[in-house]
């Protein structure tokens, strides 16, 4: 019996399960800097997301009757995203809370992977910062990570305001070394920027994402900030822009698809982070301006469609 | 050069260095009236008759129409409409053949001085578009006359994998091609001539390189090559005008509106075979490749051999086939029934075994945009994969399914296994059906 089916008759070999895979992968670095900088909670806290974000997706699925999509493992991307967005202290049933929220509202109801209007985790973030605006703001890092350099017998968590924080208080104390390598308080996936460098440069060399949004999202926010005098490269170092930049504002689905559409969304998440950093109350701005731009992208789509061979009107009069 | 745009399938050019094998022993052949774009021929032999290889045994309807030649020589056993390979039925010829390939008297090296003999010499070989288009040549060399023709484009890109029959030509047929392309630039007065070829055969490109200054027939004339990167389709032909001239064809026009012709390279040899022996066309080098062909190699077939008398001919097949593919795998056809006929604009025949035939499941669109990065027409697949689902006329419109070259690219490059080419058929389908009904509606 011979198969037929309409051209082409080889594939290469991605898949979108292999795609989500090497998010995974990527993500690994900061998974283990998040050990040494928050303490085994922070490796609860993945767990317990990734595990709700499994179950809530399977359950809804089931009881939608639909088919189980758990192999193409965005799930738990979201489920590390989701963790990495939260301070170690956060209590865990809130942590499961919110990634029903990412998974089943933010996914699940609009009809799975593809069809999502924001990125699930982001979406988990702000319903989280909004529900429960304490808990999401107690941030904790590793005594001895704070002291580093100096002799301390505890290990223990000891709260610490953000670096934006006490740049908003008017002290910026941290140095830019440890503001690289994550040495202060924070969400458990933002801060240590060498592992998210790492793993970013995983997904470029990869090709699983390209430069465009987080080049054009980094620099508009460097570039406003230091107009407005501050420091871009303090403002690069904290706060969750490198983690937002590399893997959430580049998310496929939330985000446009050709090359102008992906530099005019990172701009206006550079735009917005930065009008929140600079002249809000609240210290962070990743992901409200990821939630603005993630509404405004099939707009932006809608703006910047690829136009065909032949099809443009220039070419009409072209001469030769 | 424009940044190219496609993608790299394994290239498996195995035949690539293979010494030609003439394939004789073929039982009988089934001829049909038309291997070519537009109305065929009307058959003008009886059953029962006897014929010889090269006689007329279809006489042309239309000024379009190519005619169609027997391929061997012996008696007819049927005359009767028989499923093509697209699944339409026509009408078709069946020679037994007597094995002894006695060539008919008509045959005879033409007399060709000017542009008109040379149109009417090309037609009267049964001469279409050899790359796998099947355009009647003869209709091609004659555009309207307000359309004036600057530039003659080779194209010896061959970007398909396994097929190597274009570059068989090159190594081993070149006297005939440069007869071939010299004959249609002085006659048709087409100032320059550009030869494309993939890098990746640098042997070929140094034989025809060497030839453009070396040949007589070509010496005088303005003609180069230009070699490709090798990317899948840089032979597609709107794709290749811009790489070799920077012209653009626009939308729903022709080559001719820019003032260019692209000519087969295997096309322009065998005007000049022609030219040398009056042979009309009857038969085919095909690249015989694939999981699950026993003996890859190029084969001279005779056209209307079935495919399967031609693989058991040539060492047979290697386990059971998953998938007969009449053409490249990524835009030839795939067959039901292996008794098909080898026809006119046949390159290749790929059969594939069971495992590298699997049909991969769908899974939703997750925009990651691939398709539309390598899409060589820079149109956005995905956006006509939703809109032929969903018969969608105004999208279908606006983002210009026409242009769609079915190149394949997009869903080779699909992580979601998308069946996006084949949805874009049916956006074409649903397209011309509107069109259809608005004309109706005037």
Same mark, same amino acid.
């Given at each position: 019996?011979l198969r037929?089916?309409a #051209?082409p008759?080889? @594939?290469?070999n991605?898949?979108?399960?292999r795609?989500?895979l090497?998010?995974?992968?990527? !993500?690994?670095?900061?998974?283990?800097?998040?050990?040494?900088i928050f303490g085994?909670?922070?490796?609860?806290?993945?767990?317990v997301?990734?595990?709700s974000s !499994?179950?809530?997706?399977w359950?809804?699925r089931?009881?939608?009757k639909r088919?189980?999509?758990?192999?193409d493992? #965005?799930?738990m991307?979201?489920?590390?995203?989701?963790a990495?967005?939260?301070?170690?202290?956060?209590?865990?049933w809130?942590a499961a809370?919110?990634?029903?929220?990412?998974?089943?509202?933010?996914?699940?109801i609009f009809?799975?992977?593809?069809m999502?209007f924001?990125?699930?985790a982001?979406l988990?973030?702000?319903?989280?910062?909004?529900?429960?605006p304490?808990q999401m703001?107690?941030?904790?890092v590793?005594?001895?990570?704070?002291q580093?350099?100096k002799a301390?017998?505890?290990?223990d968590l000891?709260?610490?305001a953000?670096p934006?924080?006490?740049?908003?208080?008017?002290?910026? #104390?941290?140095?830019?070394?440890?503001?690289?390598l994550?040495?202060h308080g924070?969400?458990i996936?933002?801060?240590s920027?060498?592992?998210?460098l790492?793993g970013?440069a995983y997904?470029?060399v @990869?090709?699983i994402? *390209?430069?465009?949004?987080?080049?054009?999202?980094? *620099?508009?926010v460097m570039?406003?900030?230091?107009?407005?005098?501050q420091?871009?490269?303090?403002?690069?170092?904290?706060?969750?822009?490198v983690?937002?930049?590399?893997f959430?504002a580049t998310d496929?689905?939330?985000?446009?698809?050709?090359?102008?559409?992906?530099?005019?969304?990172?701009l206006g998440c550079?735009?917005?982070? #930065?009008?929140?950093?600079?002249?809000s109350?609240?210290?962070?701005g990743?992901?409200?301006?990821? !939630?603005l731009?993630?509404?405004?992208?099939?707009?932006?789509? @809608?703006?910047?469609?690829q136009r065909p061979?032949?099809? @443009?009107?220039?070419?009409?009069?072209?001469?030769? | 050069?424009?940044?190219?745009?496609?993608?790299?399938?394994?290239? &498996?050019?195995?035949?690539?260095?293979s010494?030609?094998?003439?394939?004789?022993e073929?039982?009988s052949?089934r001829i049909?009236?038309a291997m070519?774009?537009?109305?065929?021929?009307?058959v003008?032999?009886?059953?029962?008759?006897d014929?010889?290889?090269? $006689?007329?045994?279809?006489?042309?309807?239309a000024?379009m129409?190519?005619?169609?030649?027997s391929?061997?020589?012996g008696?007819?056993?049927s005359?009767k409409?028989?499923?093509?390979?697209?699944?339409t039925?026509?009408e078709m010829?069946?020679i /037994?053949?007597d094995?002894l390939?006695?060539?008919?008297?008509s045959?005879?090296?033409?007399?060709?001085?000017n542009k008109?003999?040379?149109?009417?010499a090309?037609?009267?070989a049964?001469l %279409?578009?050899?790359?796998g288009?099947g355009f009647?040549?003869?209709?091609?060399l004659n555009?309207p006359?307000?359309k004036?023709?600057?530039?003659?484009l080779?194209n010896?890109?061959?970007?398909e994998?396994y097929i190597?029959?274009?570059e068989?030509?090159?190594?081993?047929r070149l006297?005939?091609?440069?007869?071939?392309?010299?004959t %249609?630039?002085?006659?048709c007065?087409i100032?320059?001539g550009?030869?494309?070829?993939?890098?990746?055969?640098p042997?070929a490109?140094k034989i025809?390189?060497?030839?453009t +200054?070396? +040949?007589?027939?070509?010496?005088d004339l303005?003609?180069t090559?230009?070699?490709?990167?090798?990317?899948?389709p840089q032979?597609?032909e709107?794709?290749?005008?811009?790489n070799?001239?920077?012209r653009?064809v626009?939308?729903?026009?022709?080559?001719?509106?820019?003032?260019?012709?692209?000519m &087969?390279?295997?096309?322009?040899r065998y005007?000049?075979h022609?030219?040398?022996t009056g042979?009309?066309?009857t038969?085919?080098?095909?690249t015989?490749d694939?999981?699950a062909i026993?003996?890859?190699g190029i084969?001279?077939?005779?056209i209307?051999? +079935?495919i399967d008398?031609i693989?058991?001919?040539?060492g047979?097949?290697?386990d059971?086939?998953?998938k007969?593919i009449?053409?490249?795998?990524?835009m030839g056809?795939a067959?039901d &029934?292996?008794?098909?006929?080898?026809i006119?604009n046949n390159?290749a025949?790929?059969v594939?075994?069971?495992?590298d +035939? $699997?049909?991969p /499941?769908e899974?939703?669109?997750?925009r990651?945009?691939r398709?539309?990065?390598?899409?060589?027409?820079y149109?956005m697949?995905?956006?006509?994969d939703q809109a032929?689902?969903?018969?969608?006329?105004a999208?279908?419109?606006?983002?210009s399914?026409m242009?769609c070259?079915?190149?394949?690219c997009c869903?080779?490059v699909?992580?979601?296994k998308?069946?996006?080419?084949?949805?874009i058929?049916i956006?074409k389908?649903?397209?011309?059906?509107?069109q259809?009904?608005?004309r109706?509606?005037?």
């Amino acid at each position: 019996m011979l198969r037929v089916s309409a #051209s082409p008759h080889v @594939r290469d070999n991605a898949t979108t399960s292999r795609i989500m895979l090497d998010v995974c992968i990527a !993500l690994v670095p900061a998974i283990i800097a998040s050990y040494f900088i928050f303490g085994a909670r922070a490796i609860a806290l993945i767990v317990v997301t990734v595990a709700s974000s !499994l179950f809530w997706e399977w359950g809804s699925r089931r009881l939608m009757k639909r088919d189980n999509t758990l192999g193409d493992f #965005s799930a738990m991307v979201t489920g590390i995203l989701l963790a990495f967005n939260l301070p170690v202290s956060f209590p865990l049933w809130m942590a499961a809370v919110g990634s029903f929220f990412a998974i089943v509202i933010g996914k699940q109801i609009f009809g799975g992977i593809g069809m999502n209007f924001a990125n699930p985790a982001i979406l988990g973030r702000i319903v989280l910062i909004v529900s429960f605006p304490a808990q999401m703001t107690n941030f904790m890092v590793r005594n001895d990570i704070v002291q580093l350099g100096k002799a301390v017998t505890q290990y223990d968590l000891v709260s610490q305001a953000t670096p934006l924080a006490a740049l908003k208080q008017g002290e910026s #104390s941290f140095t830019y070394l440890q503001l690289f390598l994550g040495q202060h308080g924070g969400v458990i996936g933002e801060v240590s920027i060498v592992a998210l460098l790492i793993g970013a440069a995983y997904l470029l060399v @990869r090709r699983i994402i *390209g430069p465009a949004i987080p080049l054009s999202y980094i *620099g508009t926010v460097m570039i406003l900030v230091w107009l407005a005098g501050q420091d871009p490269i303090y403002h690069l170092l904290s706060g969750g822009l490198v983690l937002g930049a590399f893997f959430m504002a580049t998310d496929y689905v939330t985000s446009p698809i050709t090359l102008p559409g992906k530099i005019i969304f990172g701009l206006g998440c550079g735009i917005i982070t #930065s009008l929140i950093r600079i002249y809000s109350n609240s210290a962070e701005g990743v992901s409200f301006a990821i !939630l603005l731009m993630n509404v405004l992208t099939p707009h932006i789509d @809608r703006i910047t469609k690829q136009r065909p061979i032949g099809g @443009r009107k220039s070419v009409q009069n072209q001469k030769f | 050069m424009f940044g190219l745009r496609g993608v790299h399938p394994r290239s &498996n050019k195995h035949t690539s260095e293979s010494e030609l094998v003439v394939i004789n022993e073929v039982k009988s052949v089934r001829i049909p009236m038309a291997m070519q774009i537009g109305p065929g021929c009307k058959v003008c032999v009886k059953k029962g008759e006897d014929v010889k290889v090269g $006689q007329l045994i279809g006489e042309p309807i239309a000024g379009m129409s190519v005619p169609v030649h027997s391929s061997v020589s012996g008696t007819v056993t049927s005359v009767k409409p028989q499923v093509k390979s697209d699944g339409t039925m026509m009408e078709m010829v069946e020679i /037994e053949s007597d094995g002894l390939f006695t060539v008919h008297e008509s045959v005879k090296p033409p007399t060709v001085t000017n542009k008109q003999e040379l149109i009417e010499a090309v037609r009267a070989a049964g001469l %279409v578009g050899l790359g796998g288009a099947g355009f009647p040549t003869h209709f091609k060399l004659n555009p309207p006359p307000d359309k004036k023709i600057d530039r003659l484009l080779i194209n010896g890109m061959e970007c398909e994998p396994y097929i190597t029959s274009d570059e068989f030509v090159v190594r081993n047929r070149l006297e005939e091609l440069c007869l071939g392309i010299s004959t %249609v630039m002085r006659l048709c007065e087409i100032p320059v001539g550009i030869i494309g070829m993939e890098v990746n055969t640098p042997e070929a490109i140094k034989i025809i390189d060497h030839a453009t +200054s070396s +040949s007589p027939h070509l010496a005088d004339l303005d003609v180069t090559i230009k070699s490709v990167p090798a990317c899948y389709p840089q032979g597609a032909e709107k794709v290749m005008i811009r790489n070799l001239t920077g012209r653009e064809v626009p939308s729903g026009k022709l080559p001719h509106d820019v003032g260019c012709l692209v000519m &087969n390279i295997g096309t322009a040899r065998y005007i000049g075979h022609y030219l040398l022996t009056g042979e009309p066309l009857t038969r085919k080098y095909i690249t015989l490749d694939g999981s699950a062909i026993k003996v890859p190699g190029i084969y001279d077939v005779p056209i209307g051999a +079935s495919i399967d008398e031609i693989v058991q001919l040539t060492g047979g097949y290697t386990d059971k086939p998953g998938k007969v593919i009449m053409g490249g795998p990524m835009m030839g056809v795939a067959v039901d &029934n292996v008794e098909m006929s080898i026809i006119k604009n046949n390159n290749a025949i790929v059969v594939l075994d069971s495992e590298d +035939s $699997q049909i991969p /499941e769908e899974h939703p669109c997750i925009r990651c945009g691939r398709c539309v990065r390598v899409c060589p027409m820079y149109l956005m697949p995905t956006e006509l994969d939703q809109a032929g689902r969903k018969h969608d006329i105004a999208t279908l419109t606006e983002m210009s399914v026409m242009d769609c070259i079915e190149c394949g690219c997009c869903t080779f490059v699909c992580p979601a296994k998308r069946y996006l080419v084949q949805n874009i058929r049916i956006g074409k389908a649903v397209f011309r059906q509107h069109q259809q009904r608005l004309r109706e509606q005037a």
